[in-house]
C-alpha cells in the first residue's frame, strides 16, 4: 500500500522560475517504509530525487506550559506519576522489579481505579500495573537492591521536576511515553492471537522441537511487525496534515476515511474490492488508535463491535458498495478519531529527531520584515497568510507598513514575490497603513502598486501612474504570481486574460518587451503560451524573444 500524491492546500510554492518541474511532496506522497525518510520513486528517476523534498505542512502548537498540563491530566501518565510518588521514600518489589501481591490492590486504589472499600476487580490490578510497568520505563521509579538483599522502589530524579510543573521534563517523559506505546501497539497487532495459538498447539502436539519452523514463524511475525508499523505511521501522518489544514472544531476524521485515505488513488472510486481492503485497514488501525488514545495522542471513538457479524466474520455492518449514505450518528459507530495538540507535538518531535524540517505556524514572524518576506519566499512548507499576520498583530500600524515597504524592494528572484507578500499584509493593517504607503507612491518598484493599493481602499486622490510605472508594474504582478504558482496553468490564464491587450496587441507587447524588469521575458513567453487568442499569443511570442535577444 502506497501513499498517494497530495496538494498541499494553502501553501504557497516559492520556487525560483528556473526549478526544476519536479515538486515538493508531502510525506502522504511516500511509500509507507520511506514515510519521513527518503524520497519516494512516484515516476521519479534518480536524478530527479535531489529536487524533491519532504514537505511537512506547519501546525499551530499550545505553548510547551499548556502542552505539559495536557500531559499530566492524561490518565495513565498520571497514573505513572502518582505511583512514583508512592513509592516515596522506598516500596518493596519482586526480584522483577514488580508489585509485590499486597501492594496490587492498594495500588488500583491509590489510583481510583477501584473503590477504597470492597473487592478490587482484576481488570483494576491490571491496570495498575500497567501505569507501574511505564512509570519503571520512563525512570520515574527507579528499581535497587539494599545491602540486606531485598528488592525496592524509589522515586527516580525526574518526578520532583514533573511535579513541579517543568515543562520541558514532562513533555520529554511523555514523549518517551507516547513512544513506548507507539511500540507496543504495533507489537499487538503484529500476529492475530488465533494464529499463533493454532502453531503453538500443533507444535505441542506434535513434539515439535524448536527449529526452521520458529524461525519462520518469527519471520512472519517481524514482517506483519513492520507492516504494522507502516500503517500506522501513514495513519499518524495523514491525521497530522488533516488536522494541519482543517479549521478549528473540524479536525475529527471518520474512521473509514481515514482507511480509504490510505487505500484508495487520489482521484479514483473505490471498488468493491478496495472496499474491503478499506475495512481491513480499519479493523487493523481499530486497536492500534485505541492504545494511542491512552497517552492523549488521539481522541478516539472505536469501532462498535456490534457492527461485526461474529458468527460469519464478515467485515463491518453497512460497508458493502451500493449502501445508503449514514447518518452521522451511525457513521460515528465506524470509529472517529482526531489528532490533539499532544498528538501533533509527538509527532513534530518524531519528525524533528529524523532530520525534519516540521515548521510551527509563526516561526517566520520572529523576525524583522525583512527576515519575514524573505523566509516566505524560501519556505516551502509555510501558510503565508498565517506568518503575515502574526508578524503585523500588533505592530504600530505606520511604522509596520514602512518596514514592509522597505523590505519588498530589490530586483533579486525573489523580489516580485515580497512585494505581493508586503501588499497583502498591508492589507491586513489596513487603513491605518495609508501614510507610509503615499510615501512610496513616486516610488520606481513601489509606486504602482501602492496607487493600485490606495484606489482601492478607496482614496480618490490617487495620480494615475505614468505609462512607464504602469507597464512596469504588470509585469512585475505577473512575476509574482508565476512565482506563486509554480507556473499553474489554469491560475496563470485567469490573469492573462485581465492583462490590459488592446485591439493592437502588436502596440501593446511592442511596449512591454522594452520594460527593465529581470522577469520581462518570462512573463511574455507564459503570455505567449498560455493566451487564448492566437494572434495574442503570437504577438506575446515575438515580444519575448525580443526581451531575450536585448538581455
Not at 495513565?76 to 510518588?85: K, P, S, V
Not at 481515514?258 to 481499530?286: F, K, R
Not at 504558482?485 to 486574460?497: M, N, S, V, W
Amino acid at each position: 500500500m502506497a501513499g498517494r500524491r497530495r496538494k498541499n492546500a494553502g501553501a504557497s510554492s516559492a520556487g525560483a522560475p528556473d526549478e526544476g518541474a519536479v515538486g515538493a511532496v508531502l510525506p502522504a506522497d511516500l511509500e509507507l517504509q520511506d514515510l519521513y525518510g527518503a524520497f519516494a520513486a512516484h515516476g521519479l528517476d534518480d536524478e530527479d530525487l535531489d529536487d524533491a523534498a519532504v514537505l511537512v505542512p506547519p501546525v499551530r502548537l499550545p505553548s510547551e506550559s499548556e502542552l505539559a498540563e495536557q500531559a499530566k491530566a492524561v490518565p495513565m501518565f498520571g497514573y505513572a506519576l502518582e505511583l512514583a510518588r508512592w513509592t516515596a521514600p522506598h516500596r518493596a518489589v519482586d526480584e522483577f522489579g514488580d508489585l509485590t501481591g499486597p501492594d496490587r490492590e492498594p495500588a488500583a486504589r491509590l489510583l481510583g481505579l477501584a473503590p477504597e472499600q470492597g473487592e478490587v476487580p482484576e481488570e483494576a490490578v491490571v491496570e495498575a500495573m500497567r501505569a507501574w510497568s511505564l512509570a519503571c520505563d520512563l525512570d520515574l521509579i527507579e528499581i535497587g537492591t539494599t545491602a540486606a538483599g531485598e528488592h525496592v522502589a524509589i522515586p527516580g530524579p525526574d518526578l520532583e521536576p514533573a511535579e513541579q510543573g517543568d515543562a520541558e521534563t514532562v513533555l520529554e517523559l511523555w514523549l518517551t511515553a507516547a513512544g513506548i506505546v507507539r511500540e507496543l501497539a504495533v507489537e499487538a497487532d503484529s500476529l492475530p492471537e488465533e494464529e499463533a495459538a493454532e502453531e503453538a498447539a500443533e507444535r505441542a502436539g506434535a513434539g515439535a522441537e524448536p527449529g526452521e519452523e520458529d524461525e519462520e514463524r518469527l519471520a512472519r511475525v517481524e514482517e506483519a511487525r513492520e507492516e504494522a508499523a507502516e500503517l500506522l505511521d501513514e495513519a499518524l501522518q495523514v491525521l497530522y496534515e488533516t488536522t494541519a489544514f482543517a479549521d478549528p472544531g473540524t479536525e475529527t476524521v471518520p474512521l473509514g476515511v481515514l482507511a480509504a485515505l490510505l487505500v484508495v488513488p487520489e482521484g479514483e472510486e473505490p471498488s468493491e474490492e478496495l472496499l474491503g481492503d478499506i475495512t481491513d485497514v480499519m479493523v487493523a488501525l481499530d486497536p492500534m488508535l485505541g492504545d494511542l488514545a491512552e497517552l492523549g495522542l488521539l481522541d478516539y471513538r472505536p469501532i462498535d463491535p456490534e457492527l461485526f457479524d461474529e458468527e460469519e466474520g464478515q467485515e463491518p455492518a453497512g460497508a458493502a458498495v451500493g449502501e445508503e449514505p449514514l447518518d452521522e450518528e451511525e457513521s460515528a459507530r465506524f470509529g472517529l478519531v482526531r489528532l490533539t495538540p499532544l498528538g501533533q507535538y509527538g509527532i513534530r518531535q518524531w519528525l524533528l529527531e529524523d532530520g525534519y524540517d516540521a515548521p510551527l505556524v509563526g516561526e517566520l514572524a520572529q523576525g524583522d520584515a525583512a527576515e519575514l518576506l524573505r523566509g516566505i519566499c524560501e519556505a516551502a512548507n509555510v501558510l503565508p497568510d498565517e506568518e503575515l499576520q502574526v508578524w503585523v498583530t500588533g505592530r504600530e500600524p505606520v511604522e509596520a507598513a514602512r518596514e514592509l515597504l522597505a523590505a519588498a524592494r530589490g530586483n533579486d528572484a525573489y523580489a516580485p514575490m515580497r512585494r505581493m507578500l508586503g501588499r497583502l499584509a498591508l492589507g491586513m493593517i489596513g487603513r491605518p497603513a495609508e501614510p507610509a504607503v503615499r510615501e512610496v507612491l513616486d516610488d520606481p518598484e513601489l509606486g504602482g502598486a501602492a496607487r493600485a493599493w490606495l484606489v482601492e481602499l478607496g482614496a480618490t486622490d490617487v495620480p494615475a501612474p505614468e505609462r512607464g510605472m504602469a507597464l512596469w508594474t504588470v509585469v512585475d504582478t505577473f512575476a509574482a504570481q508565476l512565482l506563486d504558482t509554480g507556473g499553474d496553468a489554469e491560475l496563470l490564464r485567469e490573469l492573462i486574460a485581465d492583462l490590459p491587450v488592446t485591439g493592437n496587441p502588436a502596440s501593446y507587447f511592442g511596449e512591454l518587451w522594452r520594460v527593465d524588469h529581470p522577469y520581462t521575458a518570462d512573463v511574455l513567453e507564459a503570455v505567449g503560451e498560455l493566451h487564448l487568442d492566437r494572434a495574442v499569443a503570437k504577438e506575446a511570442r515575438k515580444a519575448a524573444f525580443k526581451a531575450r535577444s536585448k538581455t
